[in-house]
């Protein structure tokens, strides 16, 4: 039997078959899908593709969820800021297939700079992009990973990165802060900051707060265990009108009914198991006073952020402590359903939001040095962990620079906290004062790009949000997957626990598949096949490639050794020929 393609150029690409069955659904079945992100897009359109009814109900006036992008009015949009589609995306890109199937509207990025605070950058650009080469390139090329400094990193904790075993490895750093593990690790301060805690930032997380089985996790999936690469792809326009309209439209073409601007207020769960009917309650977003809509399902997918996935399960029975009217009525027969359903709502209302995050966007009245990076990562800038210079992607956006001759620029800060930094707060959204980060946010762009200094701001819109989930350092296993105790309810986001090394836009795009062939395997559909990044470091795999890998570690090894003594004679030749 011939092995599938893989869907990048990693060999080692592992695929997660979905469970057997038919084809189609042999029956009418309907399912509402809440919440049109990455997630619910995933759900429906596997579903909608096997010929379920699907209802796709979203809040906002767009698709696209925390990766929405809307427009001004005046030509101009705005978004949620910066997100990087990276090759080990294999899902979310083949999602994105379905209304784009050569990925023409994704251009790549000719690097992904990282600047620290002194002016030290990182660059990925010509670093090889299998492991262990990269890592070996990366050390001797980083200006942020002296050799002077290797003694000082603990080797042991430095294996564990290359050392994984999925899903085992999730649960080996529960109780452990990604700042913990950094702190034991001994990298560098520059390597620390720029290789690592930028990983733990784009969580929306301090790394105190954030887990490092997921830093670890991270790290596996971009760098140290895939031959993907770091380097990544961005959308040629605004997401909405690149991505998310696009895939819209073939989710109609499908027959799912697209309903924007409509919320869900409440579900209601099925009173007779038997013939269980899901009933979801639904009004307009700009009009409240509008009387709900009910809608009857099958079965609903929950793919909403966090907060709203609490508020909506809080009204399902196991929340009051009891049980539905059917599971009261069965005595000690329901007794264990009662309490899985406790036991899950326990888990839902420990979950947290990570702190806000900002987006700042400015239209200038001249443009960026074109020597500048299109994007930059950036640590030690104050509030700023991102800048972007939009016109070099986006086609609206290079529109208006040719029309108005000048730059259009983006600023993300990850985690704007008014608890951490008591300067920040404010009477403005999420308790913060607006004009403080505005102004913070400003300066560090006037130090990163400092013509921008000299430029006036033509128009301006400062985003203020915090429906991220907090990934905290708690066990694993508590956190919620896409499974539920109720028959028909299934749950699909980004914060969900999976199996697998993946994270951010992919585990949105996994979960929301996950949900769907849930589903689909409980009416005998077949489902849509996963694929994911090696589950295994280079040391844990065959061994043939452990073999080669310990080799490449000795040849590491020596190589550094190498290199400290030749920069060693070189400082040496130099100081004699500046004496003499």
């Excluded at 951490?420 to 009477?427: I, K, M, N, P």
């Amino acid at each position: 039997m011939t092995r599938p393609l893989v869907p990048g150029r990693d060999p080692h690409a592992v695929r997660h078959p979905a469970a057997p069955g038919s084809a189609k659904v042999g029956e009418d079945r309907h399912v509402v899908v809440v919440g049109g992100g990455i997630a619910g897009l995933g759900a429906a359109t596997i579903l909608a593709e096997r010929g379920v009814r699907v209802t796709l109900v979203e809040a906002c006036e767009q698709l696209g969820g925390r990766v929405r992008a809307w427009p001004l009015g005046d030509g101009r949009t705005m978004s949620r800021g910066f997100h990087a589609f990276f090759r080990q995306y294999y899902t979310l890109r083949a999602l994105l297939r379905r209304a784009d199937p050569t990925l023409a509207h994704l251009v790549p990025v000719p690097d992904y700079p990282l600047r620290r605070g002194d002016g030290l950058t990182d660059s990925f650009a010509a670093l090889p992009p299998t492991p262990p080469a990269n890592l070996l390139a990366f050390v001797l090329r980083s200006p942020t990973f002296p050799v002077a400094a290797l003694p000082s990193v603990h080797i042991p904790s430095a294996v564990e990165l290359i050392d994984v075993s999925y899903p085992e490895s999730h649960g080996r750093y529960d109780g452990e802060s990604a700042q913990a593990f950094l702190d034991r690790l001994r990298f560098p301060e520059g390597a620390r900051h720029l290789a690592l805690e930028v990983f733990a930032r784009s969580f929306f997380a301090h790394p105190t707060e954030f887990g490092a089985g997921e830093l670890v996790g991270m790290f596996h999936s971009y760098f140290t265990g895939s031959s993907e690469g770091l380097l990544f792809d961005v959308p040629d326009d605004d997401y909405d009108t690149a991505l998310w309209a696009p895939l819209g439209r073939y989710l109609e073409g499908l027959g799912v009914d697209v309903r924007l601007g409509s919320r869900v207020t409440s579900l209601i769960e099925p009173a007779d198991t038997l013939r269980p009917v899901w009933r979801i309650h639904t009004h307009s977003s700009s009009s409240p006073e509008q009387v709900a809509e009910e809608l009857e399902a099958d079965a609903v997918v929950l793919a909403t952020d966090p907060r709203a996935t609490r508020e909506l399960v809080a009204g399902l029975s196991g929340a009051s402590g009891g049980g539905s009217a059917e599971t009261s009525r069965g005595g000690s027969r329901w007794s264990g359903v009662i309490a899985a359903q406790q036991d899950w709502h326990r888990r839902v209302e420990a979950g947290v939001n990570a702190p806000p995050f900002a987006v700042l966007r400015v239209w200038l009245d001249g443009e960026v040095a074109p020597e500048r990076e299109a994007f930059l990562g950036t640590s030690g800038y104050d509030l700023l962990d991102n800048v972007t210079v939009l016109e070099r992607f986006e086609d609206g956006a290079a529109a208006w620079t040719a029309e108005h001759g000048g730059s259009v620029v983006e600023m993300h800060g990850y985690a704007v906290d008014p608890v951490r930094d008591a300067a920040l707060a404010g009477e403005g959204p999420r308790g913060l004062d607006l004009r403080v980060v505005r102004e913070r946010l400003m300066a560090s762009l006037h130090e990163v790009y400092p013509e921008t200094r000299g430029l006036g701001v033509v128009h301006e819109e400062l985003l203020i949000e915090d429906d991220c989930g907090l990934v905290g350092t708690g066990a694993w296993r508590e956190r919620l997957t896409v499974e539920t105790p109720y028959p028909g309810l299934v749950l699909a986001g980004d914060g969900l626990r999976v199996d697998w090394p993946i994270a951010l836009m992919e585990r949105a795009a996994v979960t929301g598949v996950l949900a769907a062939n849930r589903l689909l395997a409980g009416w005998g559909v077949r489902g849509e096949d996963i694929w994911t990044v090696p589950l295994q470091g280079i040391l844990k795999r065959r061994p043939s490639a452990r073999t080669m890998a310990i080799g490449a570690g000795a040849g590491l090894a020596g190589a550094l050794v190498t290199t400290a003594v030749a920069r060693a004679a070189r400082g040496a030749r130099s100081g004699i020929r500046a004496r003499g």
